[in-house]
């Protein structure tokens, strides 16, 4: 793996913020807002990637914030939101 290689897991919130992941993100970093490091929905990715992208980083590992009712469904509107950006 090339030393210039960065990348985040980026969580994606439907709905609001999880109670569990906003407490989570709190203890890990007291400073900073949750609502900042967790995208709210595929827009909210799209921007957050934009701006990881522009401090450097060039990998995301995307995930739901909760639980979903499916996960074929959530790939699948990752394949048609966030696949596009692939480099």
């Known amino acids: 793996m090339d030393q ?3 990348g985040i897991s980026l969580a994606i919130a439907f709905g ?4 569990t992941l906003t407490a989570s993100i709190r203890r890990r970093r007291p ?3 949750p609502a900042t490091l967790v995208a709210d929905g595929w827009a909210g990715a799209r921007d957050l990637i934009a701006s990881f992208t522009d401090a ?15 996960l074929e469904d959530f790939v699948a509107e990752f394949t048609r939101e966030l696949a ?3 480099t």
């Open 84 to 86: 596009p950006l692939q």
């Open 31 to 33: 400073e900073a807002d």
């Open 4 to 6: 210039d290689h960065f």
């Open 56 to 70: 450097g980083l060039s990998k995301f590992v995307v995930r739901p914030a909760a639980p979903t009712e499916s």
């Open 16 to 19: 609001g913020l999880p109670d």
